[in-house]
């Protein structure tokens, strides 16, 4: 096998690599972002005057649990520039 | 004395804010600042440090302007936004360090909340890179298309030879892995692990190392320690994925919709509301972990 087509197998290989990543990478933070905003939903219903407080913990929460897919990401990108 | 600790740990900051990895690839830095410190060659990433020290000037002009006419008997309009920020502050320290504690600790979580906002807001200001003090130069290469980036000749000789000095274009310096990286680095160890060697002394915090105690603490001790530097990782690469993903999403994005419209949104969305959500984010986190060591009794 020559340089070239080498090069291309790694590229190929990189590029799926990072779609996979990044798919199923995604998969986490939906499900967590979305049972976070769910329970809050339940939380508001139940008691709507504590909707500030609530929010913003959700809110905080979200952004915490979506740091598994902020990973996946970041790895995708390096992948890309592999 | 604490002074100078302030000065240079603020130096540090700003250091490991603008080191630029000599990687290639997306990562790779327009025009680094070459610089050897004790015979080590290291790359500093122009841009990044130009951007870091227009935000730190940008926050004392604006707090500057903001901060002229206080007073107590008669506050103005501006006055009582700013003692709503400053007291939600206030409270958010003080309910996880401590009514006394808090107090001292209020100065640098602020500071951490202001530079981050502002790092993450600087983006949306519409100014490109400029070349200054270019006079001979052409910005136009031989096949006519606009480029300022790198200094060319052709072959007779005729061309820019010097890029002059850049202006950096007004891009998030977190969009840097190394600006997180060093803010992390700051908060979390230098300030959390520093003040919990302050308030509970060195051996407590070795000890904290093998913390449930016995034979569980030892084979405990690498989990420990892996634990410890998992924190600043995923407090660093947090920021860094947020607004470097959200900086490529828009720009993808709008370059699809061929810039009509929608990079609005896109801006409202990844510019104004994840970067408040993860400057706020961060902020918290790191007063979380400052918090484990250097938290009043009962507080």
């Given at each position: 096998m020559d340089h070239g087509m080498s090069q291309a197998i790694i590229k190929a290989a990189a590029l799926l690599g990072a779609g996979i990543c990044m798919g199923f990478g995604a998969i986490g933070p939906g499900v967590g972002e979305g049972f976070a905003a769910g329970k809050a939903c339940e939380g508001i219903s139940r008691r709507p005057e504590e909707y500030s407080t609530l929010f913003r913990t959700m809110l905080i929460g979200q952004a915490v649990s979506e740091s598994t897919g902020i990973y996946s990401l970041v790895i995708a990108l390096l992948l890309y520039s592999v | 004395m604490r002074r100078r600790l302030e000065i240079l740990a603020a130096l540090t900051m700003f250091l490991c804010g603008g080191y630029?990895?000599?990687?290639?690839?997306?990562?790779?830095?327009?025009m680094p600042v070459q610089m050897e410190i004790f015979g080590i060659p290291f790359n500093f990433n122009h841009d990044t440090i130009m951007m870091c020290a227009v935000v730190a000037v940008l926050i004392y002009l604006v707090c500057w302007l903001w901060m002229r006419g206080l007073s107590k008997g008669n506050p103005g309009r501006g006055q009582v936004v700013l003692e709503m920020v400053v007291g939600a502050f206030d409270d958010l320290v003080k309910q996880s360090l401590g009514p006394n504690r808090g107090r001292k600790y209020l100065p640098y979580i602020g500071t951490l909340f202001l530079f981050i906002w502002t790092c993450n807001m600087?983006?949306?200001?519409p100014i490109h890179h400029q070349l200054i003090?270019?006079?001979?130069?052409?910005?136009?290469?031989h096949n006519g298309a606009y480029d300022p980036g790198e200094p060319f000749t052709d072959a007779n000789g005729n061309g820019r030879q010097d890029p002059g000095f850049k202006m950096a274009?007004?891009?998030?310096?977190?969009?840097?892995?190394n600006v997180p990286l060093g803010m992390a680095l700051l908060f979390v160890l230098l300030i959390g692990h520093g003040s919990h060697i302050r308030y509970h002394g060195l051996k407590a915090y070795l000890l904290d190392y093998f913390s449930p105690g016995g034979i569980i603490g030892c084979a405990m001790f690498f989990l420990n320690v892996v634990g410890k530097f998992a924190e600043v990782v995923s407090i660093s690469f947090r920021l860094f994925g947020n607004i470097f993903g959200g900086a490529v999403i828009i720009a993808v994005v709008s370059g699809l919709l061929h810039y009509i419209i929608m990079p609005i949104g896109l801006y409202g969305f990844f510019g104004v509301f994840v970067g408040t959500v993860q400057a706020f984010v961060f902020t918290m986190l790191a007063l979380t972990y400052i918090s484990m060591g250097a938290a009043e009794e009962g507080a």
């Open positions: - | 630029a990895h000599a990687s290639g690839g997306a990562l790779e830095v327009a600087i983006g949306m200001i003090g270019t006079e001979s130069f052409e910005d136009y290469n274009g007004f891009e998030e310096p977190t969009k840097d892995i």
